[in-house]
Nanobody, 123 residues
């Protein structure tokens, strides 16, 4: 019954911006930290960013620092990823993820995923 629905992806030029959203349902959203992960074509999964249950703590992969901002609105059960200064290497399918359980790692225990939203950065 857990449902995560990503949106906001699309085609953007290098240097451009996109804001991804994830609508969550089927669980108590603010019981969990959340993450964004991505998968480029032909490559493995890459962790992008994470946020604590309250939104007060945020974490980023090194290559995303200064360019991406993760946020959440617990009143609306939504997660967001603001992506600025996009590069061609950011091209990937982006997924929001929920940990397997409340005691599991936000960073690694990706028990629930959405269908993903495709981001293509190209001129």
């Amino acid at each position: 019954e857990v449902q995560l629905v990503e949106s906001g992806g699309g085609l953007v030029q290098p240097g451009g911006s996109l804001r991804l959203s994830c609508a969550a349902s089927g669980f108590t959203f603010d019981d969990y930290g959340m993450s964004w992960v991505r998968q480029a074509p032909g490559k493995g999964l890459e962790w992008v960013s994470a946020i604590s249950w309250s939104g007060r703590s945020t974490y980023y992969a090194e290559s995303m620092k200064g360019r991406f901002t993760i946020s959440r609105d617990n009143a609306k059960n939504t997660l967001h990823l603001q992506m600025n200064s996009l590069k061609s290497e950011d091209t990937a399918v982006y997924y929001c993820t929920k940990p397997t359980g409340r005691g599991d790692s936000t960073f690694t225990a990706f028990g629930s995923w959405g269908q993903g939203t495709h981001v293509t950065v190209s001129s």
